[in-house]
């Protein structure tokens, strides 16, 4: 008995003290959710309002309809950054995906100084996108100088410049990413593999790949979206140069990507070309979320259940 009331108070006082927890958790829930409201909703529904104005201060918008959103479509320099962009997300995405991989695989071999290498390879993505730009810049120029060129000066060099700095910069920590993921493929699955007479192939393949699909995802996602995002390292690399002139007059930036270009039509031209770059800005979120999703569902629908 005397075993049964020291229970029924501990009960009754766990309830009371989860009583007050339970009344003061919308307290400690409206800053988070007021600093979420005013730190992104407000500004991302304003700036859907915003691109269907003619504007030059925010506070001072007249509504014009699509007549931005027909601009921007028309813009040749927003057409060739989109495909720029898509080029350049396409090829980095493969590319940083499979050298990660491959690399995240030898560094679980059992290789000797494997904790090294890690922190080697890690330690790029710790630079700032700017200073990372402004340092290959140099070095890229300091190679082409032999030639008589310029990163600058050439598109195929701006272009395939941006792919070895996003290489060098993301390899690492999408690796680190892999290796939680080999990491954790379970060890009685690759023992019958090897019992069965499967080849490292064959078990890298049909068990080894199907249990690091989550991992896949994560770093296809990050590298996809990180690729049509990119801005910093496009602006201190290149800056969108070299300048071509199109049939109609019209000036397009051949490595300017679409981040950049929003940017430059921002505060590169008219005041009246706010509005456009706001319209350009919503065509973008929509683009990216429409192919990061599209991405998270084909890769998602891969993963097995361990």
């Known amino acids: 008995m005397k075993e049964n009331n020291k229970l029924d108070v501990k009960v009754t006082n766990s309830s009371m003290v989860t009583r007050p927890i339970r009344r003061c958790f919308p307290i400690f829930l409206l800053p988070t959710f007021a600093a979420f409201f005013i730190g992104f909703i407000y500004p991302f529904l304003k ?39 898509a080029l350049y997300a396409v090829i980095s995405l493969v590319l940083i995906n499979l050298i990660a991989f491959l690399l995240a695989y030898l560094l679980t071999q059992g290789l000797k100084g494997t904790n090294i290498f890690r922190t080697v390879f890690f330690m790029p993505n710790l630079i700032g996108g700017i200073v990372l730009g402004y340092i290959w810049s140099m070095i890229f120029n300091g190679i082409l100088s032999r030639y008589n060129t310029s990163i600058l000066l050439e598109t ?82 290149t800056g969108g140069q070299p300048f071509e002139f199109m049939a109609d007059g019209t000036q397009v930036r051949t490595t300017e990507m679409l981040a950049l270009n929003i940017y430059n039509t921002f505060y590169g031209q008219a005041s009246s070309a706010k509005g456009v770059a706001q319209a350009k800005a919503v065509l973008f979120f929509i683009l990216v979320a429409a192919i990061s999703l599209i991405q998270l569902r084909a890769t998602k629908s891969k993963e097995v259940q361990q």
């Not at 014009?64 to 601009?71: A, E, L, R």
């Not at 040749?76 to 495909?83: G, N, Q, T």
């Not at 272009?159 to 690796?175: A, K, N, P, S």
């Not at 080894?208 to 049509?228: D, H, R």
Request: proline share 2%; net charge neutral; charged share 10%.
């Open 47 to 85: 700036g859907i309002y915003l691109s269907f104005c003619k504007f030059v201060t925010t506070s001072n918008a007249t509504f014009i309809g699509f007549d931005n959103y027909i601009k921007a479509f028309n813009d040749a320099s927003f057409r060739h950054a989109f495909w720029y962009t």
């Open 156 to 237: 195929k060099y701006g272009f395939w410049g941006l792919i070895v700095l996003m290489c060098w910069q993301q390899i690492g920590y999408m690796m680190i990413i892999y290796i939680a993921g080999l990491q954790s493929v379970p060890g009685d699955l690759m023992e019958a593999a090897v019992i069965d007479g499967a080849s490292r192939w064959q078990t890298l393949i049909h068990v080894t790949l199907p249990n690091v699909m989550p991992s896949i995802t994560i770093c296809m996602f990050l590298s996809l979206t990180n690729g049509f995002k990119l801005f910093d390292q496009n602006l201190a690399l």
